[in-house]
């Protein structure tokens, strides 16, 4: 198993920016692929971005691309998202998880869950 520990989120007002973590702890982190999703009320949980177990593959959901990147230091067993540019319907609470599988963009397909933070752009 993988514990994870989101951080980094809070109020931010348009078009800035904000970096959020998630620490892993237990088994060894290079296991999993990794991703970021986000659920804001009254809408399901959505794909961000996912990253593999090396780091070399990335995904990316159309919403966010050129504005967000997804990377990981195995080194440190952290994974990270740099949100850029941001919008208020980028508004959500945002979750770590990881996967055994390949890169997956779906959220039935992660196995281990972080508990969220949120993350608030005003405009």
Do not use: H
Not at 41 to 58: Q, Y
Not at 67 to 93: C, G, H, W
Request: hydrophobic share 30%; net charge positive; with cysteine.
């Amino acid at each position: 198993q993988v514990q994870l520990v989101e951080s980094g989120g809070g109020l931010v007002q348009a078009g800035g920016s904000l970096r959020l973590s998630c620490a892993a702890s237990g088994r060894a982190f290079t296991s999993y692929a990794l991703g970021w999703f986000r659920q804001s009320p009254g809408k399901e949980r959505e794909i961000v971005g996912a990253v593999s177990r090396t780091g070399g593959g990335t995904y990316y959901a159309d919403s966010v691309k050129g504005r967000f990147t997804i990377s990981r230091d195995n080194a440190k067993n952290t994974l990270y998202l740099q949100m850029n540019s941001l919008k208020p319907e980028d508004t959500a609470v945002y979750y770590c998880a990881a996967t055994t599988l390949y890169i997956s963009p779906t959220a039935e397909k992660y196995d281990y869950w972080g508990q969220g933070t949120q993350v608030t752009v005003s405009s």
